[in-house]
């Protein structure tokens, strides 16, 4: 199984911000990578899939990076609507696990 | 607009059964795998099981082995769940996905396992 673990578990930023959320394999992989993000009481929305590629009607201040075993979510700008919990998921190989997750707030 | 709508939640005592229904809409059912990721109260995210666009291929988390089969009906754009011999650690909001990514993600149904 591989094991996704995201660092930090929570950051505090202001809006207008940079946020730069990391996230490490225990195994490397190429690219089965995606971002989700998940607000209170709601389900969770892709953000990036590809580890680079955004998905249908995602803002462009959201971008995804990286390969092998660590890949980043960067939020160039924050708005006050990107204060949430973000994951990621790798789709490389099964069982497709999950990191624990990062809560973004102010 | 793709929609995916859960049902079939509901209380249970340890030791039933429960079958969860996914309902899509708005995109090609029969061309995308399809998945189900749970989540335990104040918890992460874990992914469930999922099936081919044909049914030919099926996969599982290692705690639902055995318990748990994911079915699904092309004709009717449906997914399913059967969860049998249910845990109290089975207690989650359990969500169909759409593909290997979770491209888009149905709102949930809670299932409580409790006596």
């Known amino acids: 199984e591989i094991v996704m673990t995201q660092s930090p578990a929570t950051l505090s930023v202001s809006p207008g911000e940079r946020a730069t959320l990391s996230c490490r394999a225990s195994?490397?992989?190429?690219?089965?990578l995606a971002w989700h993000q998940q607000k209170p009481g709601q389900a969770p929305r892709l953000l990036i899939y590809?580890?680079?590629t955004r998905a249908t009607g995602i803002p462009a201040r959201f971008s995804g990076s990286g390969s092998g075993t660590e890949f980043t979510l960067t939020i160039s700008s924050l708005q006050s609507e990107d204060f949430a919990v973000y994951y990621c998921q790798q789709y490389n190989t099964w069982p497709y696990t999950f990191g624990q997750g990062t809560k973004l707030e102010i | 607009e793709v929609q995916l709508v859960e049902s079939g939640g509901g209380l249970v005592q340890p030791g039933g059964s429960l079958r969860l229904s996914c309902a899509a809409s708005g995109f090609t059912f029969s061309s995308y795998w399809m998945s189900w990721v749970r989540q335990a109260p104040g918890k992460g995210l874990e992914w469930v099981a999922n099936?081919?666009?044909?049914?030919?291929?099926?996969y599982y988390v290692d705690s639902v082995k055995g318990r748990f089969t994911i079915s699904r009906d092309n004709a009717k754009n449906s997914v399913y769940l059967q969860m049998n011999s249910l845990r109290v650690e089975d207690t989650a909001v359990y969500y169909c996905a759409r593909d290997r990514t979770f491209a888009s993600w149905g709102q949930g149904t809670l299932v409580t396992v409790s006596s």
């Open positions: 099936i081919k666009q044909d049914g030919s291929e099926k």
């Open positions: 590809g580890a680079s």
């Open positions: 195994q490397s992989f190429s690219s089965n």
